[in-house]
């Protein structure tokens, strides 16, 4: 069983950053895929990027690239999200997620409670 706990939303203005963190617990985190997702109000759950076991390949979504970037720390069972460049579009409750499927893989069996984000335009 993996638990997922997201820390670092808040608010902030356009242009600026935030640093979203995600705790993890469970024997096997170290070769779980691990991604972020955000949901804004009113519109479904999108991906914003994941991250492979080793941290060696990543993925983004189109709006978030060279913006955002995804990390993870398999010494701390920590993965992160940095995110820069914010937009008042980047509005939404982030949530982290794992899954011990491989890269090839899209699915997310494994959620946090979310953070909220807000962006101040």
């Known amino acids: 069983q993996v638990q997922l706990v997201e820390s670092g939303g808040g608010l902030v203005q356009a242009g600026g950053s935030l640093r979203l963190s995600c705790a993890a617990s469970g024997r096997t985190f170290t070769t779980y895929r691990k991604g972020w997702f955000r949901q804004a109000t009113g519109r479904e759950r999108e991906f914003v990027a994941d991250?492979?076991?080793?941290?060696?390949?990543?993925r983004y979504a189109d709006s978030v690239k060279g913006r955002f970037t995804i990390s993870r720390d398999n010494a701390k069972n920590m993965i992160y999200l940095q995110m820069n460049s914010l937009k008042h579009e980047d509005t939404a409750v982030y949530y982290c997620a794992a899954d011990p499927s491989g890269w090839g893989s899209r699915l997310y069996n494994y959620w946090g409670q979310g953070t909220q984000v807000t962006v101040s335009s």
């Open positions: 991250i492979s076991s080793s941290g060696g390949r990543t």
